[in-house]
């Protein structure tokens, strides 16, 4: 098990980051978030595959021990989202994933995880935190399956421009705010990852159309203001990358609905 693919430890490169961590303390929610991009060709083997292993994982103790949210878009990939106590809960979670492989037996975890890897063209990982005083209305955006729509906003930012960042960030909470919009977006800070520093702005919806019609009408209300915000932040970001993606109840674990598959 050299890497996770469902099943093997998650390749994140902690021993750059040591002195960052260095008597570090996080009292926010964390996640890892690990992406695989899937080959379009082989996207039915790496589904099938991902299925039979969740299925199998389902029979083993480790049914109560291990939780995801998979989000899948075209920009995203297959993203697994995995809640952790501090970046202990990294080690914890390859541990019951470990222990998993021991119950299903390790000759069968493996080809499962080859099958899975063999269509993944590459993988990213990279370690979130909330950061509720950047966000507005954070509990509106959660990750249960219900407005399964999510859009992203990636802001990659200048190195030593983090402060003014979270500035702007907060003006947008204070312009929402005033104008009681009623939709909500949840701004985490990226510790852990090969691009920092960096954040990322989560909104959900029912659907891209639904979306499109909130931000429509946010825009009526607050738009003039708000792309003043933007036009300030772009000056402290080196680039921003936008993603959107359902998520797949299916390939969650344990799964948030599960429908029978052909």
């Not at 674990?253 to 052909?262: C, I, K, L, N």
Request: glycine share 8%; aromatic share 10%.
């Amino acid at each position: 098990m050299k890497r996770f693919t469902l099943g093997g430890p998650v390749a994140i490169p902690l021993i750059l980051f040591a002195g960052q961590l260095s008597g570090q303390e996080v009292n926010h929610p964390m996640y890892l978030v690990y992406q695989e991009y899937v080959r379009a060709a082989q996207t039915p083997q790496y589904e099938e595959a991902t299925h039979t292993l969740l299925d199998r994982m389902l029979e083993t103790p480790i049914s109560s021990q291990v939780q995801f949210v998979t989000i899948a878009g075209p920009e995203l990939g297959y993203a697994f989202v995995v809640p952790i106590d501090g970046f202990a809960g990294i080690d914890a979670f390859n541990r019951n994933l470990a222990a998993g492989a021991g119950h299903i037996g390790l000759d069968e975890w493996t080809g499962l995880e080859d099958k899975i890897g063999q269509a993944i063209d590459h993988r990213k990982s990279i370690v979130i935190e909330l950061r509720p005083d950047l966000s507005y209305l954070p509990d509106l955006v959660d990750l249960t399956a219900e407005l399964p729509f999510r859009n992203y906003h990636w802001y990659y930012t200048i190195p030593g421009k983090q402060q003014q960042l979270e500035s702007v960030a907060l003006e947008l909470v204070a312009l929402y705010a005033a104008n009681g919009i009623g939709h909500g977006f949840r701004f985490y800070q990226i510790l852990l990852g090969d691009d920092l520093p960096g954040y990322v702005v989560v909104e959900r919806a029912e659907s891209e159309a639904d979306y499109a019609a909130r931000t429509a009408k946010i825009r009526e209300t607050v738009g003039g203001d708000a792309d003043a915000l933007l036009g300030k932040a772009l000056a402290f970001t080196r680039r921003i990358e936008v993603m959107e993606g359902l998520i797949r109840p299916d390939l969650s674990f344990p799964p948030v609905d599960v429908h029978p598959r052909d």
